[in-house]
């Protein structure tokens, strides 16, 4: 772990990690698109997200994103969205639409959307030129044969039967597997590069392979699909991609994409672009740069699109959205803000070195946001009857409260205040432990924002359990009466019973209880970590002006915790407030 859980504030521009080279605004991306203005090789960047519409965008995109977006920004260019849609088995327009309200969300927008599925038939062209230079063969070797001829890390490759097909038969064949004479899997198209290459990617790597799959965009028009690397490099070059900033386990393919953007070398080839040129888009073709930089992993959770597909699928969760996924549906359900997300990618900064960030840093990043931008309200999530027997049954009144102590400019709000209140059970204990500084039989404490109140006597049911306090208020106590400031330990919240709205509090945690549940070891998964007290559900009050918030409207409740609306189920009538995170870190103390 490099990162120091303990910390709650990082200075702005500290990293996730010590050993990294760069950090945050000065990482050694943005230097390389610095040093290429400064040597005139590329006026403004141009870069793209270019996320698989497979599952559902994950805290790990969202550092992708605003390095992306952030760049463009930054420097005066343009990042477009592409979609990099060659898997159609897999694809799906619901996550195509989650995506794009992903990546708004997050506060950003493209110059251009686009799909690698545009860009098919260039693609195709482009496989034709690859054929007549002799740079790819009609293989028809089947997956098992390919991976048996295509060697291992100490062992060289062999070389496919069909390698030397010529030029015409080749060509014949490729148009064949297009217009859908051969079965899936039948004959591939591979490149013509080095079997013996010490990099795997190199041995002569399928372009193309049939799967006669309906496309979400393309429909039944192609039964032959581009794999990644190819259809990626092009796809860059097509969109005259300067920066094509991608994760470290592509630093093995950097050679393929290399190749085939130098092979088709589309910049110089516009007849290869003519059917995008037929649909009115601009030539914008130029030779791309691949930048690889770490991922971004968060302990306590699991970020694969494939282990959330399982979560979800096994109902393991409620849904993609559920508030405790580390998909960005589900912490923006939880609480999460656009800010909070920049921040962290700010904070873990852009490195090579990988690295595993606390979640703690992530909570930290949403409690420094929130703590400056979420007003307070007040909330009794274990509600005790607190009667005040020295004020009128019909006693009514309001008082005013700044919506957040340290920022005038949140103005105030008004809250009933009359004979009956609930507090919060766990502020009165019978018997104290030592230390105590809340209420006591007999002792006194500060209603926050109200005046000092006594404990005068314990109502208890039949079983013995506390069901009611009654006491007093000190009218000298009042605000602006004399004795305001007479010193007492504690203050504590509350509501008006009469008027507070009954609301559900969701009490969500870390999904899992370990901080590795990626760890297969004595041959448990990452499902066996689940942690059981990750939901929980608890009814209490809050004031007023907290029911009537706005589904994803924020707010501290003070003493408690930082919650939000709830974006699909809250209602003014019946208000329903997800905690996002606790005050403090509270995990800390139960590593300690
Ligand atoms: P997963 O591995 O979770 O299934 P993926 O990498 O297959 O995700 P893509 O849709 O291909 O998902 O990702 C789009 C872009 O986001 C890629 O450029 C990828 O490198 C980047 N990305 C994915 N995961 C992370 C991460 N954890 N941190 C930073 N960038 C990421
Ligand atoms: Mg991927």
């Given at each position: 772990m490099s990162t120091d859980p303990g910390r709650t504030r990082l200075p702005a521009h500290d990293s996730g990690n010590p050993d990294a080279p760069a950090t945050g605004r000065q990482d050694f991306v943005r230097q390389i698109v610095r040093d290429d203005r400064a040597s005139g090789r590329h006026a403004a960047p141009r870069t793209r997200f270019p996320p698989e519409p497979n599952g559902y965008l994950h805290i790990g995109h969202s550092k992708a994103i605003c390095l992306n977006f952030g760049i463009a920004e930054e420097f005066g260019g343009t990042c477009n969205l592409r979609f990099d849609d060659t898997n159609p088995a897999r694809e799906d327009p619901e996550f195509v639409q989650a995506i794009l309200d992903d990546v708004r969300w997050l506060g950003f927008d493209?110059?251009?959307?686009?799909?690698?599925?545009?860009?098919?038939?260039?693609?195709?062209?482009?496989?034709?030129?690859?054929?007549?230079?002799?740079?790819?063969?009609?293989?028809?070797?089947?997956?098992?044969?390919?991976?048996?001829?295509?060697?291992?890390?100490?062992?060289?490759?062999?070389?496919?039967p069909d390698r030397d097909r010529s030029v015409e038969e080749n060509l014949d064949l490729f148009r064949r597997m297009r217009a859908g004479e051969f079965a899936d899997g039948a004959r591939t198209l591979r490149a013509k590069i080095d079997m013996a290459s010490g990099n795997i990617n190199l041995r002569d790597p399928t372009l193309y392979r049939i799967k006669k799959v309906a496309h979400q965009n393309t429909g039944d028009a192609w039964p032959i699909y581009p794999m990644y690397d190819y259809a990626h490099s092009l796809s860059d070059a097509i969109e005259g991609i300067t920066h094509s900033l991608c994760t470290l386990e592509f630093e093995d393919h950097r050679p393929l994409y290399d190749w085939c953007v130098d092979k088709v070398d589309i910049a110089h080839?516009?007849?290869?672009?003519?059917?995008?040129l037929a649909r009115g888009l601009p030539n914008q073709a130029a030779k791309p740069r691949q930048i690889e930089f770490s991922r971004l992993n968060i302990n306590y959770t699991v970020m694969s699109k494939r282990k959330l597909m399982t979560l979800v699928g096994e109902g393991l969760v409620d849904g993609w959205d559920d508030p405790r996924m580390p998909t960005l549906q589900g912490i923006r359900r939880r609480g999460y803000t656009p800010a909070s997300l920049r921040l962290l990618a700010e904070r873990v900064g852009i490195s090579k070195q990988n690295s595993v960030t606390d979640f703690s840093i992530l909570e930290a990043c949403l409690r420094d946001d929130l703590d400056a931008h979420a007003p307070r309200r007040m909330a009794v999530l274990d509600p005790l009857k607190?009667?005040?027997?020295?004020?009128?049954?019909?006693?009514?009144?309001?008082?005013?409260?700044?919506?957040?102590?340290?920022?005038?400019?949140?103005?105030?709000?008004?809250?009933?205040f009359s004979r009956e209140l609930w507090i919060e059970r766990e502020d009165f204990a019978e018997v104290p432990p030592k230390g105590w500084k809340r209420l006591v039989p007999g002792g006194d404490v500060r209603l926050r924002g109200a005046g000092i109140v006594r404990c005068d006597e314990v109502v208890k049911n039949a079983a013995g359990e506390v069901v009611e306090l009654r006491g007093t208020l000190d009218p000298e106590s009042r605000p602006g009466m004399p004795g305001a400031d007479r010193k007492v330990k504690g203050t504590i919240h509350w509501v008006d019973s009469r008027h507070a709205m009954e609301a559900e509090f969701r009490l969500y945690d870390r999904l899992f209880s370990i901080a590795d549940p990626d760890d297969e070891s004595e041959g448990k998964t990452y499902r066996d970590h689940l942690n059981p007290d990750s939901r929980r559900s608890v009814r209490g009050y809050v004031e007023p002006a907290a029911?009537?918030?706005?589904?994803?409207?924020?707010?501290?409740?003070?003493?408690?915790?930082y919650f939000v609306a709830d974006r699909r189920d809250h209602r003014a009538d019946a208000p329903v407030f997800n905690r996002s995170v606790t005050l403090r870190d509270t995990w800390m103390q139960k590593a300690g």
């Open positions: 493209w110059a251009e959307l686009r799909h690698a599925s545009d860009y098919f038939d260039v693609f195709y062209r482009s496989a034709e030129k690859l054929i007549a230079q002799g740079d790819a063969f009609v293989c028809d070797l089947s997956a098992e044969e390919v991976r048996a001829y295509r060697g291992t890390l100490t062992e060289p490759g062999r070389n496919s080839t516009p007849a290869l672009l003519a059917p995008l607190f009667v005040l027997t020295n004020l009128a049954d019909d006693h009514a009144e309001t008082l005013t409260f700044a919506n957040h102590p340290k920022d005038e400019s949140f103005g105030k709000r008004e809250m009933p029911a009537q918030a706005a589904p994803e409207q924020s707010f501290q409740f003070e003493r408690i915790g």
